[in-house]
């Protein structure tokens, strides 16, 4: 691999793992929020509902459980593909902290991955 490629994908590593760390950061921040806002613990039917509330928080729901559930099956057949370890983190992530995190943590395994099997 010559040089110009491995800088762009050191580059591309370090982007994901930068765009994962801010995913987990900023949502478990609003789910901080949520739970100082609403009460001990965190009701999951109350998050729910408040994020179909309007059109605009409705929209953004639907989006985003079309693009993780797509996400989803992608992270297992590609994982699959590539013989990628570690994916449980991504999966445990994406459940516990937020699709924010885990879409960018299984980017930045992916490009570790698609390195090693280029080395």
């Excluded at 901080?32 to 613990?41: A, K, M, V």
């Amino acid at each position: 691999m010559n040089s110009q490629v491995s800088n762009y994908r050191n580059f591309l590593c370090w982007t994901y793992l930068s765009l994962a760390i801010v995913g987990a950061i900023f949502p478990t921040i609003s789910n901080i929020e949520f739970i100082r806002l609403y009460g001990p613990g965190f009701d999951v039917m109350h998050f729910i509902e408040l994020a179909n509330i309007n059109p605009a928080a409705e929209s953004l729901s639907r989006d985003l459980l079309i693009g993780a559930s797509s996400f989803s099956i992608w992270l297992f057949v590609e994982g699959r593909r590539l013989a990628m370890r570690n994916l449980w983190v991504v999966i445990l992530s994406m459940f516990l902290i937020a699709f924010a995190c885990a879409a960018p943590l299984f980017l930045y395994l992916r490009e570790r991955r698609l390195i090693e099997i280029d080395s």
